[in-house]
């Protein structure tokens, strides 16, 4: 089911070469559309969102009412909301640990310095319609949010024929303020513009498809948005200690997700990974989407038998997952070495599907080697800052001196001029 490469150099570059090309191709007949649609909701507003809704959804936005998010919860089954309820105040708990706060303290030279935290103003969650009904997404987006002290929070999805209540439940858990049924690229650029009854957002988060994504990267500068998420990966190092079919279940849990994701299993032992390849044939034979597995660990799942434990973590901070779990005798002995991960799952008994629905941490993480750079999604995304600076004659005078030479040495002579005002009777 799954290549088993023995690490040379040259094998193991291919396969990660072949990772990396499948996050980055972009469909150019999606982009012109979507710069298309992006331009006309830019230019004339909610009439050219209600057309393309027709065009793709066939309906028109409109808002969905509080009355039909408490028949959501109340529709769910018992377990679910219990679910959803401690799932959500796990993620509050730890965004709350998370939180930054503002403070001011005295510089050395004798002014008040510091910063002012502040949550943004208004943001957007987009949570994608038809088949695709995560309302453990609403919850991850929408929580660390409402910690960050968010004015308004504002979730949209397609206007599809019938609305999830799961979804429509975990808005209500998460304290979204409004829900809107619009979604596609106009949806995007409803709320970057403005449009009507659709307000402008300060920032976007949320997954959503190809022309999502492309509305995505043409909105940021208007707005902040998350990220541009790739396929979905995880990396598993393990060693001759790790029960194979715990491995193999971890490997498919991310290959079930579509057919560009990606299981990676890096080892030190060629008998584990035969192992875990044997038991992905016997898992994947009772899984539902087994089709879907198929594909996507053909193309793009391995298992790289390196030298050592170290080369194995070598080869995950060059691939920067978005998932990593580390599944050794001893897990935390490798942890120092990691450098790039989205998250990074220890032990046999921290799966990823643990991080994806309940422990707390969030499940919206760089994908596509972006970990090099990027961090998961958290309170932290959706606070400002501003810097605060207050100085009396005191304090400012001693250094009037250097500012101005610094001033006149960029030939800045207004900025120089600002300070010689203050302590000279002629400029």
Same mark, same amino acid.
């Given at each position: 089911?799954?290549?088993?490469?023995?690490?040379? @150099?040259?094998?193991?570059?291919?396969?990660?070469d072949?990772?990396?090309?499948?996050?980055?191709? $972009?469909?150019?007949?999606?982009?012109?559309?979507?710069?298309?649609?992006?331009?006309?909701?830019? +230019? =004339?507003?909610?009439?050219?969102?209600?057309?393309?809704?027709? +065009?793709?959804d066939h $309906?028109?936005?409109?808002?969905?009412?509080?009355?039909?998010?408490?028949?959501?919860?109340?529709?769910?089954?018992?377990?679910?909301?219990?679910?959803?309820?401690h799932?959500a105040?796990?993620i509050?708990?730890?965004?709350?640990k998370?939180?930054?706060?503002?403070?001011e303290w005295?510089?050395?030279?004798?002014g $008040?310095v510091?910063?002012?935290v502040r949550?943004?103003?208004?943001?957007?969650i !987009?949570?994608p319609?038809?088949?695709?009904?995560?309302?453990?997404?609403?919850?991850?987006?929408?929580?660390?949010?409402k910690?960050a002290?968010?004015?308004?929070?504002?979730m949209?999805?397609?206007?599809?024929?019938n609305?999830?209540?799961?979804?429509?439940?975990?808005?209500k858990?998460?304290?979204?303020?409004?829900?809107?049924?619009?979604? @596609?690229?106009?949806?995007v650029?409803?709320?970057? !513009?403005?449009? @009507?009854?659709?307000?402008?957002?300060?920032k976007?988060?949320?997954?959503?498809n /190809? #022309?999502?994504?492309?509305? $995505?990267?043409?909105?940021?500068?208007?707005?902040?948005?998350?990220? %541009?998420?790739?396929?979905?990966?995880?990396?598993?190092?393990?060693?001759?200690?790790?029960?194979?079919? #715990?491995?193999?279940?971890?490997?498919l849990?991310?290959?079930?997700?579509?057919?560009?994701a990606?299981?990676v299993?890096?080892?030190?032992?060629?008998?584990?990974?035969? /192992? %875990?390849?044997?038991?992905?044939?016997?898992q994947?034979? #009772?899984?539902?989407?087994? =089709?879907?597995?198929e594909a996507?660990?053909?193309?793009?799942?391995?298992?790289?038998v390196?030298?050592s434990?170290?080369?194995?973590?070598?080869?995950?901070?060059?691939?920067?997952?978005?998932?990593?779990?580390?599944?050794?005798g001893?897990?935390?002995?490798?942890?120092?070495?990691?450098?790039?991960?989205?998250? %990074?799952f220890?032990?046999?008994y921290?799966p990823?599907p643990?991080?994806d !629905?309940?422990?707390?941490?969030?499940?919206?993480?760089?994908?596509?080697?972006? /970990?090099?750079f990027?961090?998961?999604?958290?309170?932290?995304?959706?606070?400002?800052?501003?810097?605060?600076? =207050?100085?009396d004659?005191? /304090?400012?005078?001693?250094i009037? @001196?250097?500012?101005?030479?610094?001033?006149?040495?960029?030939?800045l002579?207004?900025?120089?001029?600002?300070?010689q005002?203050?302590?000279?009777?002629?400029p």
């Amino acid at each position: 089911m799954i290549t088993i490469i023995r690490a040379d @150099g040259t094998a193991e570059r291919r396969q990660l070469d072949a990772m990396r090309a499948r996050a980055s191709e $972009k469909n150019a007949d999606v982009e012109l559309t979507v710069q298309a649609i992006m331009e006309n909701v830019r +230019q =004339e507003g909610l009439p050219a969102v209600e057309r393309y809704s027709r +065009q793709f959804d066939h $309906k028109v936005p409109y808002e969905i009412k509080r009355e039909r998010l408490d028949e959501a919860y109340a529709a769910c089954p018992a377990e679910l909301i219990s679910a959803l309820e401690h799932a959500a105040q796990n993620i509050r708990n730890y965004n709350e640990k998370l939180l930054s706060k503002s403070a001011e303290w005295i510089s050395p030279d004798g002014g $008040k310095v510091g910063r002012i935290v502040r949550g943004m103003n208004r943001v957007g969650i !987009y949570v994608p319609g038809g088949t695709a009904a995560y309302p453990s997404s609403v919850l991850m987006n929408a929580v660390p949010a409402k910690v960050a002290g968010v004015g308004e929070i504002v979730m949209i999805t397609p206007p599809t024929e019938n609305l999830s209540d799961a979804v429509l439940a975990a808005a209500k858990i998460a304290g979204v303020d409004r829900v809107i049924a619009v979604g @596609g690229a106009q949806g995007v650029a409803a709320v970057t !513009y403005g449009a @009507g009854f659709i307000p402008r957002v300060d920032k976007l988060v949320g997954p959503g498809n /190809a #022309y999502v994504a492309a509305a $995505k990267r043409l909105a940021y500068g208007l707005l902040d948005i998350d990220m %541009v998420a790739g396929p979905s990966e995880v990396l598993v190092i393990a060693d001759k200690t790790a029960e194979p079919k #715990y491995i193999a279940a971890d490997l498919l849990s991310q290959a079930e997700h579509d057919r560009l994701a990606s299981a990676v299993l890096l080892t030190d032992s060629m008998e584990l990974a035969q /192992a %875990v390849d044997g038991e992905i044939v016997r898992q994947t034979g #009772y899984l539902s989407r087994s =089709e879907i597995m198929e594909a996507s660990l053909r193309d793009f799942g391995c298992g790289i038998v390196c030298e050592s434990l170290d080369k194995c973590v070598e080869i995950a901070n060059e691939i920067a997952p978005e998932h990593l779990e580390i599944v050794t005798g001893n897990p935390r002995e490798l942890l120092p070495r990691v450098k790039n991960a989205g998250a %990074v799952f220890l032990g046999a008994y921290t799966p990823e599907p643990l991080g994806d !629905y309940l422990a707390g941490p969030d499940h919206v993480l760089p994908t596509s080697g972006t /970990a090099r750079f990027f961090s998961p999604l958290s309170v932290d995304s959706f606070l400002k800052t501003m810097s605060v600076l =207050e100085f009396d004659r005191e /304090a400012l005078e001693p250094i009037s @001196g250097e500012i101005i030479a610094m001033a006149q040495a960029e030939k800045l002579t207004a900025h120089a001029n600002s300070i010689q005002v203050r302590f000279c009777t002629q400029p």
